[in-house]
Nanobody
């Protein structure tokens, strides 16, 4: 059983920044697993945002490349999403996901106003 808890969401103005955190607990070899961030805007399907692989490889959706940075602290079993230059279209509920267990967090709301 793996539990994921996101935090750090909030409301910011366009151009602002937020850092999301996702803490993992339970039976998980955190350092070995690929970790993802997804988001879901109102009325839209959930979409992939970024992935962190233990080897240090990261990948991003084109819509956030250059603005968002995914990182991880394996000792703390936590993955982060630093979001800069936020735009109103980034407004969504952001979810953390561990691929191996296909487990999801409860999500954290990010609202960007123009």
């Amino acid at each position: 059983q793996v539990q994921l808890v996101e935090s750090g969401g909030g409301s910011v103005q366009s151009g602002g920044s937020l850092r999301l955190s996702c803490a993992a607990s339970g039976s998980i070899f955190f350092s070995a697993y690929a970790m993802d961030w997804y988001r879901q805007a109102p009325g839209k399907q959930r979409e992939w945002v970024a992935t962190s692989i233990n080897s240090g490889i990261t990948s991003y959706a084109d819509s956030v490349k250059g603005r968002f940075t995914i990182s991880r602290d394996n000792a703390k079993k936590t993955v982060y999403l630093q979001m800069n230059s936020l735009k109103p279209e980034d407004t969504a509920v952001y979810y953390c996901h561990v691929e191996y267990h296909d487990s999801w967090g409860q999500g954290t709301q990010v609202t960007v106003s123009s």
